[in-house]
Structures are given as C-alpha cells and as structure tokens.
C-alpha cells in the first residue's frame, strides 16, 4: 500500500490512481462513472472532505482518476488520515468501492 505525504494547509496538491481490477489487471473504464475519494482522520468516522476526480475524458477508459485538495481542505491537524474511493456508475446506477485505503500522513507547515 501507497503512503502519501502531504503539507497541512497546502491548496495544490493532486494525486493520480489507476484503477484497475485484482483478478485480471485491467483498467476499470470510468468514462461512464464519478470517481470520488472520502477523506477522513485515522481512527474516526466523520469525512472531512469528498474529492471528485478530475481526470481529463481521455484518460477514465484507463481507470485514471485525479484528485485535487482545494483551497481550505487540508487547514486540518498534523496526522495519520485514510481514503475511500467510490466509482459510481451513471448508466447502471451501480456503485462501487475500491477495497483498498489509501493512506496519508499529513505534516505540519513550517
């Protein structure tokens, strides 16, 4: 599993995923899906922030998804914070999650 590392009150940061399925290895084609990623502190159950994906419609047939932290997200305490990505589906009403977390840590500023 991926850590990533991120500087409390930073407004710019992105990461990029690629999702793909544990059994065959294949891109999950998001062309026809929001990809959104719940982010909250380790240990509790409140979401702090929803991020949605903002791959360009070019790159979601190869199960990329881009999130970015926006200009208050990350006013937030030093600490150990975790992920949920979440694929809906638009034509089948369908959802689903990645079963994976991520993981973040999230340094002060100086």
């Given amino acids: 599993m991926t850590t990533y590392y991120l500087v409390q009150g930073d407004d710019a ?3 990029r995923v690629v999702l793909t399925r544990d059994n065959t290895g294949l891109a999950i084609d998001v062309s026809d899906a929001t990809v959104t990623l719940k982010f909250r502190k380790k240990g509790t159950s409140a979401v702090l922030t ?3 994906s903002i791959a360009p419609s070019e790159d979601k047939p190869d199960g990329v998804a881009i999130f970015s932290w926006g200009a208050t997200d990350l006013d937030i305490p030093a600490g150990n ?3 949920e990505i979440e694929i ?3 034509s ?3 959802v689903e999650t990645v079963f994976e977390t991520l993981d973040f840590v ?3 500023d100086f």
């Fill in 50 to 52: 929803t991020l949605t």
């Fill in 88 to 90: 809906s589906f638009t």
């Fill in 81 to 83: 914070y975790e992920g």
């Fill in 106 to 108: 999230v340094r002060e």
């Fill in 92 to 94: 089948s009403s369908t």
């Fill in 13 to 15: 940061p992105q990461i």
